[in-house]
């Protein structure tokens, strides 16, 4: 079993939780996403992620201001706990094991096209 | 920051809130809330709607509904045996609404058994062989010029060439009841009169009569064989160990060896022959031989089909017309087709078939009626309601009782699912308790139900299917009658229910009115059911029939030597002394076999051809029957063979106000199917008229009718009707026998009351108007149970009040008519409803009938009356007590 379990869509939001440091809600992080990686999030598929991301302990979340805008309902932000940082530490790392163990000749061959 | 003055739809806001997990509710709403704002002020109102709809959708998934895990484990056997000691002991704190929710469930589950039973018997006629659902019967259509014709019955080759070209016929019978003959065993020569009934040798293939002794693959195959039933054995035999042994019949001149004994007939078989000769023992004769070999259209043959799996009955059907046409050309302006009739349609769907054996002196196919199919059907789902609503009445009215245990259930955590399973559950065990109480009454009253039903339904013995559907309904009898109080007790909001607060809208008033008014509406429509066909069946078995059906003993004439003898036997028998008066006939007045009917014209006449039915009757006829001549004269001996007496109708159709010997013409007769030529033109002359006489049913309207002399060309005699005193009658059969017997030892004297027989018309719609009647008491008894117990807690509610105006002067009159005033205002609504329903109903099944009762007022008003006085008397009885009742008792407490 993996130490630390981390999906793609997962470390992209733990990510930006990062990037964003203590201004994470779910929309800033719905816009940073969409802006920085040119992809659309949905709320379904945000929510989803954050929650589990919670449920492994990886976020702890706190209730913040709510506005006229959110029509009074508060905002919950996103910190990023201890073992959130360990499971990111570890997914760069095991990320980077695995690029240099690709032999520099596969890349090569692997990014010219093949007609060439 | 100005706020934008749209909102997103609210349809899906709803729908958002529903199923998303209370814990992230808020959160995300403000996103979609904040994100909606966003997308209002940069793309409009419509793109932002748009987008909040697709961002609802999209979360609606598993991490974000709220998922129901964590409180399932509530439903644990724990959880399910607390329901049901609550429910046990709500069931035994109030034991009066216990009994009476008890008692009516139990006598709704009776009722509706009972009728399904008896329904269910008859929609499942002629199930019991295992191929029934590919048995057809080949049913004949044939059109004479504009006269068509529906006989279920062929040709003998339509039977025999089908097997072979038409690949979608597995197997296929014939057979046939040429008429009726004795049946003797040669060592003891007592004569039975018994139908012949011919079959080949699949016939025993493609049906699963079951045998007790004999190989069903060969019985039938060897010439000279039969199979005779169980009870045919014990009569003839006194024994069923009969195998091998012979038999005959009196018009054949060689035995029968029995290779086979038939059990008995189960009671819905639409089959009840006792006997079955093997078609081969007539393959060798010369008639058979010369006959059948070019017999595609005789009709003589009742021929049934297997088909295989998934053959389509229609385009078989299509193919044997085919097969018929490519063989036989019929004569000009005729048309002939086939279809096939399921097995299982026989009893119900034949109405509009003749029996093949309509040209035979046997009984035809009996038929069901689907009609009262259909009534018994509604019946006994209304009697199951009826029960039903009592039990959601008196539960929402004491609803009350339990506020506390749903408030404490609910502030500790049960879910509203939670305890609507709780009151399902206990409307479950009610029903359940009442089940098997049911179960319990019928089986003791199924024996007498039986007997008089003239069936063999059994609770142990039916197919399981009835039992899946009842068990079914019974299910879904608990879940109507817990369901209402279930939704409205489960609503109500726990604080309130713990506040103690007096929840007024408890068991919403207007709903229980309205089931009140429903179960005395359907009681008070049953009523006048009853009334209606109890005074039609009356009135059919006691209505003038134009004749004397009384004290008539009518005798079968079944040998040769008993119909050319009959002026002697006639003679011999007006000689008993207690004898008064004796007729021959070929057909008896309320016959129940066929009777002739002929195509006439007046002599010369071009005009279309008229049609009547035929009696050949001698002139004793009019004396013995009491039938009023009204015109003209009787019958005189021998010279009057071509002189025939009209009754009105006839009269009325040929014009003929005076009988002054007019000719007509007979040139076709029909014994009940297709007309065919008589061998010479027959022209008798109009002598007489008589009053019009019920001949038939009285469901049918008097038909034009020829009273022909005895020896006419078209219908010999079958009948002597002998006038009886009332006196000793047993002697006076006695003696009639010798007569008959003196004359042929053959001869099995067989006779009927004619007021019997007559009776036997209507004998079923006896055991409907029973059936309904009986149906009616227990709807009306069943609500007037609710009603007590509505009434019951009514005062119980009102005890305070009566007290208050008692003290203050009210009168014990004043207060009654205060407590029943509301009750009886439900039911004169009922009345309301339930008179156009039943006007409108009982009209219609009186259209059946072409003599019978008018719907009147008074019928009306004596089941209004009747359902408003049983009401009185079950509401009365509470409002008496507490209107006597001292004030004392009821206030003294606060």
Known sequence: MKKYQLGEFEEIVILTIGILNNRAYSVSIKDEIESRLKRTVSFGALHTALKRLEEKGYLKAFVGESTEERAGRPRQYFEITAMGKKAMQYAKETRDELWKAIPKTVLQVNLLPQYL | MSRPAANPPKLFLRFFRSYCDPKMQGYIEGDLMEAYHRRLEKYGKRKANMQFIIDVLLLFRPGIVKSKTSYHTLNSPDMFKNYFTTGWRNLWRSKLHSTLNIVGLTFGIVCFLLISLYVFDELTFDRHHVNAE?????????NVRGEASIIAAAGYKLGEESKHSIPEVENITRITRPGRANLVDPENPVPFQETITVGDEQFLEIFDFPLIEGDRHTALKEPASIIIDED????????????????QFSHLDFPLKITGILKKHPRNSSFTFNSVMSMSSFYNTDYFKQNMISDWTSGNFSVYALLRQDANADSVSRKMTRLVLSNFKPDEGTKLSYSLQPLKDLHLKSADIVDGARNSNVDSIAQGNPLYITIFSFTAVFVLLIAAINYTNLTTARASGRIKEIGVRKAIGALRSNLIGQFLFESWLTTGIAFVLAIGVVSLVLPPFNQFAGKELSLFAVDYHFWLYALAAIVIIGFLSGSYSALLLSRLKPVSLLKGLKIQSIGDLSVRTGLVI??????????????????????????????????????????????????????QMTKVPSVKNVSVTSRVPGEWKSIRTVKLRAEGGTDEDLISYLIGADKDFMKTFEVTLLQGR??????????????????KMLNITEASEQTVEIADVSRGGAYSPLDALFKPRVIGIVKDFHFQSLRDKIQPLILAYNNNPIHVIDYYSVRIEPTDIPATLEKLKAIMVKQDVDEPFEYHFLDEQLALFYVEDGRRQTLLGW?????????CLGLFG???YSTEQRIKEIGVRKVLGATAVGLVSLLSRDFLKLVLIANAIAFPISWWATNRWLQEYAYHIDVEWWMFVLAGVLALAIALLTVGYQAIKAAVANPVNSLRSE
Do not use: C, P, W
């Not at chain 2, 010279?639 to 109708?649: A, R």
């Not at chain 2, 149906?775 to 609500?783: E, G, Y």
């Open chain 2, 134 to 142: 590919r048995i057809y019967r080949v049913v004949e259509h044939k």
């Open chain 2, 232 to 247: 045919l054995a014990m009569r003839i035999f006194s024994s069923t160990d009969v195998m091998g042994k012979n038999l």
């Open chain 2, 790 to 792: 509505l009434a019951t």
């Open chain 2, 634 to 651: 009787n019958f005189r001996e021998a010279y009057d063979s071509s002189s025939i007496i009209v009754n009105e109708t006839a009269a």
């Open chain 2, 518 to 571: 429903f179960q005395f509406t359907i009681s008070i429509v049953m009523i006048i059911g009853t009334i209606v066909l109890l005074l039609q069946v009356n009135y059919l078995n006691n209505s003038d029939l134009g004749f004397n059906k009384d004290l008539m003993v009518v005798i079968d004439v079944n040998t040769g030597a008993a119909r050319s003898n009959f002026e002697v036997i006639k003679d």
């Open chain 2, 775 to 783: 149906a009616a008491m227990s709807t009306i008894f069943i609500a």
